[in-house]
């Protein structure tokens, strides 16, 4: 087989698995995906916000999700209250450099997140350190979390709790997993958005 039909061979592969692993979660994940809507709407229209982290793909996913809230999805709306973690960089490396990496966002939750407010933390492995600090200082601050994951769930899976949601994609590759965190984030979005124009 030359180099352009195996090439195109593991493109047509990389389609494939990802098609299969979003049909894999529209099976499991829809009765937890409303609940995540429910929950991140009915804290919007109370006045709270969304704080939003995750780190490399997940950071840009935590700051896509922030855009679309704050900016729209595809329809517009009054501005909704919504803040990455990942975007300040003064911030991150001075939490960095004079603490330590596992608490850049956990800082900012307490410095920022109040009674109320949501965290969005997004880990494919579920097991990234600074999110789930920051999960930690979101429960101490009396805030809901929806974490994104993937695998088993990781440590974020058994550190949740009751009122929190858990949308764990049942895939083990990470760009697998990271393809179908984007299009839970655009079923949050438009969810949003039904329940407040519709």
Same mark, same amino acid.
């Given at each position: 087989?030359? $180099?352009?039909?195996?090439?195109?061979?593991?493109? !047509?592969?990389?389609?494939? @698995? /990802?098609?299969?692993?979003?049909?894999?979660? *529209?099976?499991?994940?829809?009765?937890?995906?409303?609940? *995540?809507?429910?929950?991140?709407?009915?804290?919007?229209?109370?006045?709270?916000?969304? +704080?939003?982290?995750?780190?490399?793909?997940?950071?840009?996913?935590?700051?896509?999700?922030? #855009?679309?809230?704050?900016?729209?999805?595809?329809?517009?709306?009054?501005?909704?209250?919504?803040?990455?973690? $990942? &975007? @300040?960089?003064?911030?991150? &490396?001075?939490?960095?450099?004079?603490?330590?990496? @596992?608490?850049?966002?956990?800082? !900012?939750?307490? *410095?920022?997140?109040? &009674?109320?407010?949501?965290?969005?933390?997004? /880990?494919? /492995? %579920?097991?990234?350190?600074?999110?789930?600090?920051?999960?930690?200082? #979101?429960?101490?601050? %009396?805030?809901?979390?929806?974490?994104? &994951?993937?695998?088993?769930?990781?440590?974020?899976?058994?550190?949740?709790?009751?009122?929190?949601?858990?949308?764990?994609?049942? #895939?083990?590759?990470? #760009?697998?997993?990271?393809?179908?965190? +984007?299009?839970?984030?655009?079923? +949050?979005?438009?969810?949003?958005?039904?329940?407040? +124009?519709?």
């Amino acid at each position: 087989m030359d $180099t352009k039909n195996k090439l195109g061979q593991r493109i !047509q592969n990389h389609f494939e @698995d /990802s098609i299969a692993t979003k049909q894999k979660a *529209a099976e499991v994940l829809p009765s937890k995906i409303i609940d *995540a809507i429910n929950l991140m709407y009915l804290a919007l229209m109370s006045g709270k916000k969304i +704080l939003a982290c995750g780190n490399g793909g997940s950071a840009a996913d935590a700051q896509h999700f922030a #855009a679309e809230l704050v900016g729209r999805f595809e329809r517009e709306r009054r501005e909704l209250p919504a803040i990455a973690l $990942t &975007t @300040d960089s003064s911030i991150l &490396t001075a939490i960095g450099n004079d603490y330590s990496y @596992d608490v850049i966002f956990s800082k !900012q939750v307490n *410095a920022l997140g109040q &009674t109320g407010d949501i965290l969005l933390g997004i /880990s494919t /492995s %579920g097991n990234s350190k600074n999110v789930i600090a920051a999960i930690e200082s #979101a429960h101490a601050k %009396g805030m809901k979390v929806v974490a994104f &994951t993937g695998k088993d769930g990781g440590k974020i899976g058994a550190l949740l709790k009751d009122g929190d949601v858990h949308l764990c994609v049942p #895939a083990n590759r990470t #760009a697998r997993i990271q393809e179908t965190h +984007l299009l839970l984030l655009h079923c +949050l979005c438009d969810g949003i958005d039904h329940l407040m +124009l519709d």
